[in-house]
């Protein structure tokens, strides 16, 4: 991808435990991913109880949509991630569970605590915005009905 994370900006907080943003040149396109939720072949949640386990599933989910369109992690400019609780300390280990599966890459991410979410069970959802059409996409087949 031809985008890029940008440096911490004077005067904020360095140590914090992500991006600031993310900056796309131009020839790209935008992906807006719906988010991706934890679920099986089936639309189940199988890990109801398990943050780490959702985080897992959904960032799978997300990287299958991300690879129909010719992406992969590595592209994503921004995550919103959704975790059902109340509780600060979960909220934190969700958040660190998904960050653990982009491997490195860090996009900025807004991390946000919700009442309920759409499926039973579920606790967890990522949503993402990634850049397509730079070197990793132009390599990649592209999905059917796409030119």
Do not use: K, W
């Not at 719906?34 to 599933?57: K, M």
């Not at 590595?74 to 300390?89: C, E, F, G, P, Q």
């Not at 397509?132 to 592209?142: D, F, K, L």
Request: charged share 20%; net charge negative; aromatic share 4%.
């Amino acid at each position: 991808m031809t985008a890029s994370r940008l440096g911490v900006p004077a005067g904020l907080d360095p140590s914090v435990p992500y991006g600031y943003a993310s900056l796309l040149r131009a020839g790209e396109a935008l992906l807006v991913a719906a988010g991706a939720c934890p679920i099986d072949e089936e639309g189940r949640v199988p890990e109801p109880d398990d943050l780490a386990a959702q985080a897992r599933r959904a960032v799978a989910n997300l990287a299958a949509v991300l690879h129909e369109a010719g992406a992969g992690l590595d592209d994503v400019l921004r995550t919103t991630v959704y975790v059902a609780t109340a509780d600060r300390a979960e909220l934190v280990d969700a958040y660190e569970a998904v960050r653990a599966e982009f491997h490195g890459s860090d996009p900025p991410s807004t991390l946000v605590g919700v009442t309920l979410l759409g499926y039973p069970g579920q606790r967890l959802e990522v949503e993402a915005v990634a850049a397509v059409g730079g070197p990793a996409a132009r390599s990649a087949e592209q999905p059917p009905g796409h030119r």
